[in-house]
């Protein structure tokens, strides 16, 4: 039960993005149930100036966002990923954070991106499927399997090199707008 909208079922792939102050609460809940949750309190400010409802929980409808068959995209310039992102996360935290899956795109093989640095200062990701390679500067290759999460510092250069056909990524980057380099 999410406070201010009632009973809702949230199935795989669905994002809720509720602001601080919420009170929620799981009544029932399947035996392969697995949540994602992430507080962000330095931005509890910015959630009340940048998004407005009403009631006392400041819940509405336009924070839950149901995987469908057209939440994800093609990514520009690069056919073995499609992805998915959460506006709603960039828009209740006045751009601070951004959320998004990232997904293979079979039957394109995903097999290697060019050196880069993603110029943020926090990158997380929980991988949700499949396997991933990563190799970082100076450390080595990282096998990632489903489960497995881990945090970036920015600035790092690394590439990715493979990543398996049901590969699935859950990934949260700070600020919300972060380039990228070669």
Same mark, same amino acid.
């Given at each position: 039960?999410?406070?201010?909208? $009632? ?14 102050? +919420?009170?929620?609460?799981? =009544? ?29 929980? &400041? ?5 839950? !966002? ?11 310039? &690069?056919?073995?990923? =499609? ?27 995903? !097999?290697?991106?060019?050196? @880069? ?6 990158? #997380?990701?929980?991988?949700?499927? $499949? #396997? @991933? ?8 290759? #990282?096998?990632? +399997? ?14 990715? =090199?493979?990543?398996?056909? !049901?590969?699935? =990524? ?5 600020? $919300? ?6």
């Amino acid at each position: 039960k999410i406070g201010g909208l $009632g009973e809702i079922a949230a199935e795989k792939g669905t994002l809720l993005c509720l602001p601080s102050n +919420n009170h929620h609460y799981l =009544i029932e809940a399947a035996t392969d149930f697995e949540a994602i949750e992430f507080d962000f309190p330095q931005l509890t400010t910015s959630l009340t100036s940048t998004w407005s409802a009403e009631g006392s929980s &400041f819940a509405t409808d336009a924070m839950i !966002d149901h995987e469908t068959s057209e939440s994800f995209r093609p990514i520009p310039g &690069f056919d073995p990923g =499609i992805e998915r992102p959460f506006p709603i996360v960039q828009q209740m935290t006045g751009g601070a954070v951004r959320a998004l899956v990232l997904r293979a795109n079979p039957p394109h093989p995903w !097999d290697g991106t060019p050196w @880069h640095v993603h110029h943020n200062f926090f990158y #997380c990701s929980l991988m949700t499927g $499949g #396997c @991933h390679v990563q190799e970082y500067e100076g450390f080595g290759d #990282c096998l990632f +399997n489903k489960g497995d999460f881990f945090v970036q510092q920015g600035d790092i250069r690394h590439r990715e =090199i493979t990543s398996s056909m !049901d590969f699935e =990524i859950f990934t949260i980057d700070l600020p $919300g707008a972060s380039p990228a380099s070669v």
